[in-house]
Structure formats: structure tokens, C-alpha cells
């Protein structure tokens, strides 16, 4: 497939792109991307509110949720892998598209653009690296303009996210030789040639370039802006999560990983001026936008962008009376997960009464993704990426792998106090570690953490209940499906990168 550009120019990025244009744009395979029109470029970023505005276009590419987009495939790719969500029927009068909404639940992990959705957060992901890459190369070494370092630190924060969820997607968990696994291609500059095919770096060489950028750009930020922009803060929370994805598993701890990753936590608790929302205002917390709320620490906003996640979660009652296929949302909170949440558990409010025709037993559909719901399956919703309730839960994991139960049982009762179970004591070791695991699942329920959470510490995803078209299953953490399959395309167009064994 020959290509002139992905993008006319990083001004175009998404500030005067259509819709269409940014969809046709997606199809570019990694190694066929040509230069950047150097005119336009140039003529953006000389000056300091160049690079701010296609900062801006970078964190938009990441909030294009529709079925090719980035938000809505990196959601289905991290929360249906695990066992939080139930399928009760397909997800679309397509064929298609109801064979790749349900290939990560299913664990089948096609490599096939038709059949998966790897194809689409492949190049969703690099198409945001290309754009965060053309302004990160126009920053010179010896810059001092303040509006200018805040852009490079943000776009720094933006790659390691990206890079983040690639290889925990692509690679396999840390504690598995890292050194030697199979990691993602990992492109700090805008390819330029056709010749250019860049292999899979490590997956341990993938996270040292994470927190890379993520260490510089938290001493080059400037400015805290509202929580949709990254910040000091934000980075020190994705250095928190990193490192715990590195501290190992419970009964073979990395200590000086899970110290990492409870230090920047720390951080973020006591510095960085984020609350816990408290009673109705927690209850509340996903009626409303990221901008103002208090523990949020990043979000991926959605304020002008929408979301079609609520297109398979969410659909009010009676919105599409009489349709066989859009009556309420097709993927409801599993049997299992609703299971757990206790009489007082303020969580439950989080589960509101979505009830599909004659299905007398999956009633509840997942709201924290309702903000603004539309009439045509669509929300302003933010993607609360970051949040505070994570670093306690993050702090209490690291804290009780390197052996401070008194810690770690303090953390975790901030959070089980919030949700309204009140504390608990006399745990420490396994029994405190599978409580804290417990925790992460409920308060970070369809936030795209279930499965990763069983896989990195060595343990099963258990399935234990039957859905459409799929039984009970379990995945353990060595099985080759833990990994999805790198797009057929990209394999054809680059002989450098390697399939993952299935």
C-alpha cells in the first residue's frame, strides 16, 4: 500500500481534519509512513502556540472513540479480557463488527482486521505516536520558552501512555523474562522511509523508554492545567502504575519495584492536591465531567469528542422500543462481579436498571460511561484514566509485597470506608494481598484494569459463568492467549516484527 502522509501536516492533526479524513487516514500501515509536509510544519511550530495546539490534536486522536478509534478499541481490549463483563447478546446488526467486539472476551485474539480489534488499536495507537512523535521533534535540546516544554512535557506523558498499553497488550507480563520477551516497536521519531522497518524492542526495554518519558516529563512540566491535560501529578501516578506492573507477583515480590511504585503514589496522595469524593458526591462521581472533579487526576475528555462506549454498555429503557438489537446495552456487569458488592457497598450505584427484552436476569448495565448519554448511543463521558482511589489501591499492593501489612491495611481501608463496608483489621500477607485485589476489582470495575491485574501478579482469569455464545474459561498468566496477536498487515508490510505465539 503506498501512502503520501498519514497527515498533510501536525497542524492538521485534528484541528481542521474531518472525521473522515482522520478514518481514511488510520489505514497506513506503521513502516508506510512518508515525511510530513515540512512547510506546513515549520510554518505551525514556529511559534509557542504551535506546539500547544497540536498537543491538543494529540490528546483528541487518543479521545476518537468511535469503532476505529483509539478509546473505544483500548476499552474492549483491556475490560473484556477479563471477568467483569457478560455479553448477553451480539453487539451489532454487523456481523463484523459483533465478531470483534466479542474476540477479546472470547480470547480468540484474531489477527484479522475483519474479525478483532487489534487491527484497529494497532494503528489507532500509532497513528497517536506519529502525531506526539512530529512535536516532540521540533523541540530543540536547548529550549527555554515555558509554553513550549509544557507541550514536550505532555506529549512525553502521552507516548508513555501509549507505549504503556501496547505492551501490555502485545508483551507479556514483566515477572515473564522480560529481557527476552517480545515487546512492541518502539518509534521516537517520524518514520521517514519505506525501507525503515523497526522491530519489537523488549518488553523490558519498552518500559525503560515508559519511565524515561515519563521521569523527564514530570521536571519539565510548567504549568497545572485541568485534569483532561497531563501534569507533574499524572505522570507520578503512571510511574506508580508502571512500577507496580513491575514489582512481580505476590509470592515472588520485585521489592525495589513495589518500593517505586509506592513512592510515587505517596506522592500523588500528599502532594499532589487530589480528595477522595465522599458519599453522594462519589455516588455521583460519573455524572459529570472530569474538569472540576477532585479525583480525577487525568481523564481522557469527552466534553467535545464523544464516546461510543455506552453503545455497548448502556441504553436507557425504552430508547429503542421495539428493536431486537438496541434495547439496552449488550455487555452487562457479570454475575460474578455484581456478586460481591454487599448491601452498603456505595459502589452499586455505579449498576442502574438497563432491562433487555424478555431477559429477566441480566437488569443492571454498567453507567459510569452515561454522562450525557444521547439518543444515538453516544456520551460525553470522560475516560477517568488516573484517579486517586488507584493510588491508594496501588500504594496498599506495593506496600504489602514489601512487607508493610500495617500500611497497606491502612490504604486499603481508606478505600473500603469511602465504599461504605467500613474497615476491616487483622489481615496481613495472602489474606491482605487477595482483599486488595478484591478492592482494585470493585472500585475499578469497566476502568480497564481487571484482567491486567491477574496477569501481571501470576494469577488465573476465572470466568465462571456462561454468556452468549461462551462458557466458563480460564486463562492463566503463562497461556500464550494473555497476548494479543499483532495485525496481520502490519506482519505483511514489516518482516522485522514477529507474530506472538498463541
Same mark, same amino acid.
Given at each position: 500500500?503506498?501512502?503520501?502522509?498519514?497527515?498533510?501536516?501536525?497542524?492538521?492533526?485534528?484541528?481542521?481534519?474531518?472525521?473522515?479524513?482522520?478514518?481514511?487516514?488510520?489505514?497506513?500501515?506503521?513502516?508506510?509512513?512518508?515525511?510530513?509536509?515540512?512547510?506546513?510544519?515549520?510554518?505551525?511550530?514556529?511559534?509557542?502556540?504551535?506546539?500547544?495546539?497540536?498537543?491538543?490534536?494529540?490528546?483528541?486522536?487518543?479521545?476518537?472513540?468511535?469503532?476505529?478509534?483509539?478509546?473505544?478499541?483500548?476499552?474492549?481490549?483491556?475490560?473484556?479480557?477479563?471477568?467483569?463483563?457478560?455479553?448477553?447478546?451480539?453487539?451489532?446488526?454487523?456481523?463484523?463488527?459483533?465478531?470483534?467486539?466479542?474476540?477479546?472476551?472470547?480470547?480468540?485474539?484474531?489477527?484479522?482486521?475483519?474479525?478483532?480489534?487489534?487491527?484497529?488499536?494497532?494503528?489507532?495507537?500509532?497513528?497517536?505516536?506519529?502525531?506526539?512523535?512530529?512535536?516532540?521533534?521540533?523541540?530543540?535540546?536547548?529550549?527555554?520558552?515555558?509554553?513550549?516544554?509544557?507541550?514536550?512535557?505532555?506529549?512525553?506523558?502521552?507516548?508513555?501512555?501509549?507505549?504503556? #498499553?501496547?505492551?501490555?497488550?502485545?508483551?507479556?507480563?514483566?515477572?515473564?523474562?522480560? !529481557? %527476552?520477551?517480545?515487546? =512492541? /516497536?518502539? $518509534? @521516537?521519531?517520524?518514520?521517514?522511509?519505506?525501507?525503515?522497518?523497526?522491530?519489537?524492542?523488549?518488553?523490558?526495554?519498552?518500559?525503560?523508554?515508559?519511565?524515561?518519558?515519563?521521569?523527564?516529563?514530570?521536571?519539565?512540566?510548567?504549568?497545572?492545567?485541568?485534569?483532561?491535560?497531563?501534569?507533574?501529578?499524572?505522570?507520578?501516578?503512571?510511574?506508580?502504575?508502571?512500577?507496580?506492573?513491575?514489582?512481580?507477583?505476590?509470592?515472588?515480590?520485585?521489592?525495589?519495584?513495589?518500593?517505586?511504585?509506592?513512592?510515587?503514589?505517596?506522592?500523588?496522595?500528599?502532594?499532589?492536591?487530589?480528595?477522595?469524593?465522599?458519599?453522594?458526591?462519589?455516588?455521583?462521581?460519573?455524572?459529570?465531567? #472530569?474538569?472540576?472533579?477532585?479525583?480525577?487526576?487525568?481523564?481522557?475528555?469527552?466534553? !467535545? %469528542?464523544?464516546?461510543? =462506549? /455506552?453503545? $455497548? @454498555?448502556?441504553?436507557?429503557?425504552?430508547?429503542?422500543?421495539?428493536?431486537?438489537?438496541?434495547?439496552?446495552?449488550?455487555?452487562?456487569?457479570?454475575?460474578?462481579?455484581?456478586?460481591?458488592?454487599?448491601?452498603?457497598?456505595?459502589?452499586?450505584?455505579?449498576?442502574?436498571?438497563?432491562?433487555?427484552?424478555?431477559?429477566?436476569?441480566?437488569?443492571?448495565?454498567?453507567?459510569?460511561?452515561?454522562?450525557?448519554?444521547?439518543?444515538?448511543?453516544?456520551?460525553?463521558?470522560?475516560?477517568?484514566?488516573?484517579?486517586?482511589?488507584?493510588?491508594?489501591?496501588?500504594?496498599?499492593?506495593?506496600?504489602?509485597?514489601?512487607?508493610?501489612?500495617?500500611?497497606?491495611?491502612?490504604?486499603?481501608?481508606?478505600?473500603?470506608?469511602?465504599?461504605?463496608?467500613?474497615?476491616?483489621?487483622?489481615?496481613?500477607?495472602?489474606?491482605?494481598?487477595?482483599?486488595?485485589? @478484591?478492592?482494585?476489582?470493585?472500585?475499578?470495575?469497566?476502568?480497564?484494569?481487571?484482567?491486567?491485574?491477574?496477569?501481571?501478579?501470576?494469577?488465573?482469569?476465572?470466568?465462571?459463568?456462561?454468556?452468549?455464545?461462551?462458557?466458563?474459561?480460564?486463562?492463566?498468566?503463562?497461556?500464550?492467549?494473555?497476548?494479543?496477536?499483532?495485525?496481520?498487515?502490519?506482519?505483511?508490510?514489516?518482516?522485522?516484527?514477529?507474530?506472538?505465539?498463541?
Amino acid at each position: 500500500m503506498k501512502s503520501t502522509s498519514l497527515y498533510t501536516s501536525s497542524v492538521l492533526l485534528m484541528a481542521t481534519l474531518t472525521a473522515s479524513t482522520l478514518l481514511s487516514s488510520c489505514n497506513k500501515q506503521l513502516d508506510k509512513l512518508a515525511p510530513h509536509n515540512v512547510l506546513f510544519e515549520d510554518q505551525e511550530f514556529s511559534t509557542p502556540a504551535g506546539f500547544t495546539k497540536t498537543t491538543i490534536a494529540n490528546y483528541q486522536s487518543m479521545a476518537t472513540s468511535s469503532a476505529t478509534g483509539y478509546d473505544y478499541n483500548w476499552f474492549n481490549l483491556s475490560e473484556f479480557r477479563g471477568n467483569n463483563v457478560k455479553p448477553i447478546d451480539i453487539t451489532s446488526t454487523s456481523s463484523f463488527t459483533a465478531s470483534q467486539d466479542i474476540d477479546a472476551f472470547n480470547f480468540t485474539n484474531s489477527s484479522s482486521k475483519d474479525f478483532g480489534r487489534s487491527n484497529s488499536f494497532w494503528i489507532a495507537s500509532y497513528k497517536t505516536l506519529l502525531g506526539i512523535n512530529t512535536v516532540l521533534g521540533h523541540v530543540s535540546a536547548n529550549e527555554t520558552d515555558s509554553a513550549i516544554l509544557q507541550a514536550k512535557a505532555e506529549n512525553l506523558f502521552l507516548r508513555a501512555v501509549v507505549y504503556f #498499553n501496547l505492551v501490555r497488550l502485545y508483551g507479556r507480563p514483566y515477572y515473564q523474562s522480560p !529481557a %527476552t520477551s517480545p515487546g =512492541v /516497536p518502539l $518509534i @521516537l521519531v517520524p518514520i521517514a522511509a519505506e525501507s525503515d522497518k523497526p522491530a519489537r524492542a523488549s518488553v523490558e526495554d519498552t518500559y525503560k523508554q515508559i519511565i524515561s518519558d515519563l521521569t523527564t516529563a514530570a521536571k519539565l512540566f510548567t504549568q497545572k492545567k485541568v485534569n483532561s491535560y497531563a501534569g507533574k501529578y499524572a505522570a507520578y501516578a503512571m510511574l506508580s502504575r508502571v512500577y507496580l506492573y513491575m514489582s512481580g507477583a505476590f509470592t515472588q515480590p520485585n521489592a525495589a519495584n513495589a518500593q517505586l511504585a509506592a513512592q510515587y503514589a505517596d506522592s500523588v496522595i500528599l502532594n499532589g492536591g487530589y480528595s477522595l469524593l465522599q458519599g453522594a458526591a462519589y455516588t455521583a462521581y460519573y455524572n459529570n465531567s #472530569n474538569q472540576a472533579n477532585t479525583e480525577t487526576v487525568w481523564a481522557l475528555n469527552h466534553d !467535545a %469528542t464523544v464516546t461510543n =462506549v /455506552p453503545t $455497548i @454498555l448502556y441504553q436507557p429503557t425504552g430508547q429503542y422500543t421495539g428493536s431486537n438489537s438496541y434495547s439496552t446495552g449488550q455487555i452487562k456487569p457479570s454475575p460474578d462481579l455484581l456478586a460481591l458488592l454487599g448491601a452498603n457497598d456505595l459502589r452499586k450505584n455505579f449498576y442502574v436498571r438497563d432491562k433487555y427484552p424478555g431477559n429477566n436476569t441480566d437488569t443492571l448495565s454498567c453507567y459510569k460511561y452515561g454522562y450525557k448519554y444521547t439518543a444515538v448511543y453516544t456520551s460525553n463521558a470522560p475516560m477517568h484514566y488516573l484517579r486517586l482511589a488507584e493510588m491508594y489501591l496501588n500504594r496498599a499492593e506495593a506496600r504489602v509485597k514489601g512487607g508493610d501489612n500495617t500500611g497497606a491495611l491502612t490504604d486499603l481501608n481508606v478505600i473500603r470506608t469511602r465504599a461504605g463496608i467500613g474497615a476491616v483489621s487483622g489481615l496481613s500477607g495472602a489474606a491482605l494481598f487477595t482483599e486488595i485485589m @478484591l478492592q482494585r476489582r470493585l472500585e475499578l470495575a469497566f476502568e480497564g484494569h481487571n484482567s491486567y491485574d491477574y496477569f501481571r501478579n501470576g494469577q488465573p482469569m476465572v470466568r465462571s459463568y456462561s454468556s452468549f455464545g461462551s462458557g466458563p474459561l480460564t486463562v492463566n498468566p503463562t497461556d500464550g492467549k494473555v497476548v494479543l496477536r499483532i495485525p496481520d498487515g502490519v506482519l505483511i508490510e514489516n518482516g522485522n516484527i514477529k507474530q506472538n505465539d498463541q
